[in-house]
């Protein structure tokens, strides 16, 4: 029991990328799950396999998250449990519509933003727990969720649908854990402002439909907004404190 696990979402790009990278330490195996495969973390992770971090990449779709959630359960399972000293479900990826009134949106936008960014975070979580209830391991379920999960925004319903969902979701799934026997620790954290490919959709909106747009520029402008890297670093930190799970819902700027 010398070895970490980490299963990953959205580690293809931004600050799910970062994490990747960073996770990529001696004594870690870290599973990965996106729809693109990133041939940068691929390299990296050649590289850290000679120090012992192991890697791998499923090319998976979690608009279908079923299918994903299945092949999860599946590895799991199959897995030798006694060889890990913690197991940690992380759910970062998240899809974003187009930006303006709901109604701009196609039906099948809205409906990958809320498979993907919901409700592959529910079943992934499901499946995780599921096939690890009886491993000696500790076990986390770490949701990266959103300032707009919190307060709503214009131009930004389905997104703010999404991560306020979440954050319940983390909420009923925490008390779930509390009343068992070595339960997962369970949070739902928001991860800060940080310079993405949301960021600067985000800031090249039509107005019209995001009336917040010249906030979102000033943060650029006013150096305000914390790289990939940086926002990665301040997760993991988050992660990896004790008290880690005492408090379901959680941000970074509070720590």
């Known amino acids: 029991m010398n070895e970490h696990l980490y299963i990953l979402t959205g580690a293809s790009r931004g600050m799910g990328a970062a994490i990747a990278e960073q996770l990529l330490q001696p004594a870690n195996v870290l599973l990965c799950l996106s729809r693109q495969r990133s041939d940068t973390l691929a390299v990296k992770a050649l590289e850290a396999a000679a120090a012992g971090a192991r890697c791998e990449q499923w090319q998976v779709d979690l608009a279908q998250p079923v299918e ?31 930006i303006g009134a709901i109604d701009d949106c196609t039906d099948a936008e809205l409906a990958a933003a809320m498979r993907v960014g919901l409700e592959a975070p529910m079943l992934l979580s499901a ?22 999960g919190r307060r709503a925004m214009a131009g930004q319903a389905s997104y703010c649908a999404v991560k306020a969902g979440l954050d319940h979701f983390t909420r009923a799934l925490a008390l779930d854990e509390a009343q068992r026997h070595g339960g997962a620790r369970v949070v739902s954290l928001a991860p800060g402002v940080i310079d993405t490919d949301m960021q600067a959709q985000l800031r090249s909106a039509d107005p019209a439909g995001f009336p917040d747009q010249a906030m979102f520029i000033g943060w650029q402008r006013d150096g305000q907004l914390a790289s990939p890297r940086q926002a990665a670093a301040s997760v993991l930190a988050y992660l990896n404190r004790a008290d880690f799970g005492s408090q379901p819902i959680a941000d970074v700027r509070d720590a």
């Open 127 to 148: 499946a995780f727990l599921r096939a690890t209830r009886a491993w000696p391991a500790a076990r986390r379920v770490l949701n990266i969720s959103s300032g707009l």
């Open 68 to 98: 994903a959630a299945a092949r999860l359960q599946a590895w799991l399972m199959a897995a030798d449990a006694g060889r890990f000293a913690s197991a940690t479900l992380i759910n970062n990826a998240a899809a974003l519509t187009r």
